[in-house]
Nanobody, 113 residues
């Protein structure tokens, strides 16, 4: 059974930084494409960033240059480093294994202006 546990969210002022973590279990983590999705208030859930097992990354345009996704296979963990945060980054952030319909509980990120 796939389990995803996110942490690291919180309240931060605009321009600040946060690092999200997601620990995965029940999968062959090192081969999995991992992703961070987010859902802002009144918005649809969107893909923010993804990383393949080989380390290739992609980002939604709105976070390019500010967010960095990375992984640590020895710890079955994927990270999302978020810098220069903006109020529009406010959302619940979810970790996901691409190709599987399994979601974590999410972690709230709130950016105040």
């Amino acid at each position: 059974q796939v389990q995803l546990v996110e942490s690291g969210g919180g309240l931060v002022q605009a321009g600040g930084s946060l690092r999200l973590s997601c620990v995965a279990s029940g999968i062959g983590f090192r081969f999995a494409t991992m992703a961070w999705y987010r859902q802002g208030p009144g918005k649809q859930r969107e893909l923010a960033a993804a990383i393949t097992g080989g380390g290739s990354t992609n980002y939604v345009d709105s976070v390019k240059g500010r967010f960095t996704i990375s992984r640590e296979n020895a710890k079955n963990t994927v990270y999302l480093q978020m810098n220069s945060l903006k109020p529009e980054d406010t959302a619940v952030y979810y970790c996901k294994v691409q190709g599987l319909n399994s979601w974590g509980q999410g972690t709230q990120v709130t950016v105040s202006s």
